[in-house]
């Protein structure tokens, strides 16, 4: 995990329930963007993070299951760091502050069972208890609980790494999308860029058709957050949230449709300096932006190998072993 960054997942798997929370935290607060490209979003306090506004840091970013109803969860992460002391000061006392905590949703009502069961307050709460600089866990965890990518099980991916100007960036995303992670005529997966995987086998690319065609229409949305140690400004954040869609065209196939909420967040600790002079400060920020699109993609490759099936949603890894062995 980047210095200054922490997640925390919050799962409900069980008894009609398929959901969850998944909080990024920023205790010192950390420089904030987002770009919101797809038709049917559900978000909270974007505005807060576009360059002309006064608040310049955010303490927490909530991903979340649940639709409009999940939003709840971003009011357990906000008393939890209320009771922390982290937030935006607002008056003389050192309690009167307000944590900033942008949140999105994706569309997961009803896939356990239950359309009535869906993040609440309490889920917020129990992410924040549980964020940790550790590895993060993947696959079918907080708001990757519920999620379904192209008729096939989604779940929630991290990658990371350090780019050749020093600095260090990551991606956290939850891949619950209308389009299809499948490459339908080698069956491999788009977001695939190194080429790491194998062909899967005939009967296994057969499987995979099988099981996106039977699939229903449904709402979806796919929700990161791109992590960074550089130093940023409010604009340069939001660039970098926007350039790292590009990740996701890479990854999904169609993308940003009028049925999904895409939404990608940045937040940028500052705890890397940046080059000194204009033109080198340039190439860094350029060295940023293409590895936040590929870190995405990345992210959205790990998201869908680590998924499990669920219910009627089998996984990629269900359906091609022979493709994502090793």
């Known amino acids: ?20 929370t998944t909080v990024v935290l920023a205790r010192e607060g950390a420089v904030g963007g987002v770009d919101v490209r797809g038709g049917g979003p559900g978000t909270r306090e974007t505005d807060l993070l576009a360059p002309t506004t006064l608040v310049e840091r955010a303490q927490a970013i909530v991903l979340t299951g649940g639709s409009a109803y999940g939003l709840a969860a971003a009011e357990g992460v906000m008393t939890g760091l209320e ?40 889920f917020g709460t129990a992410a924040l208890v549980r964020a940790s600089a550790a590895d993060p866990e993947r696959g079918c965890v907080g708001a990757g609980t519920g999620a379904v990518c192209g008729g096939l099980k989604g779940g929630f991916g991290y990658a990371q790494t350090q780019l050749e100007s020093g600095v260090s960036v990551a ?5 619950n999308a ?10 491999r997966l788009w977001a695939d860029r190194t080429g ?16 996106q065609s039977a699939a229903k229409p449904s709402f979806a949305t796919t929700i990161g957050v791109v992590l960074t140690d550089a130093r940023l400004t409010k604009a340069q954040a939001a660039k970098v949230a926007a350039v790292a ?25 500052g705890r890397r300096p940046g080059a000194g002079d204009l033109l080198a400060a340039l190439r860094e920020l350029n060295i ?5 699109a590929d870190i995405v993609a ?13 219910g009627q949603w089998h996984s990629y890894g269900e359906l091609a072993p022979s493709s994502t062995a090793g």
């Open 1 to 20: 995990m980047i210095e200054g960054f922490e997640i925390g997942h919050h799962t409900a798997d069980s008894d009609g329930w398929l959901t969850g």
């Open 83 to 122: 009771a922390l002391g982290i937030g935006f000061p607002v008056g003389p006392e050192p309690g009167h502050l307000v944590p900033i905590v942008p949140a999105a949703v994706i569309f997961d009502l009803g896939r356990g069972g239950a359309f009535g069961h869906r993040p609440t307050a309490d």
């Open 171 to 175: 991606a956290a995303v939850v891949v």
């Open 178 to 187: 209308t389009g299809s992670p499948v490459d339908p005529g080698t069956g």
């Open 196 to 211: 790491s995987q194998t062909a899967p086998t005939p009967a296994e690319l057969d499987a995979l058709a099988a099981a």
């Open 245 to 269: 869609h590009d990740g996701l065209a890479r990854a999904i196939r169609p993308v940003h449709s009028m049925t999904d909420g895409d939404t990608i967040f940045c937040l940028a600790s």
């Open 288 to 292: 940023l932006l293409a590895g936040a």
């Open 298 to 310: 990345d992210a959205c490759l790990d998201a869908v190998i680590y998924a499990t099936g669920r």
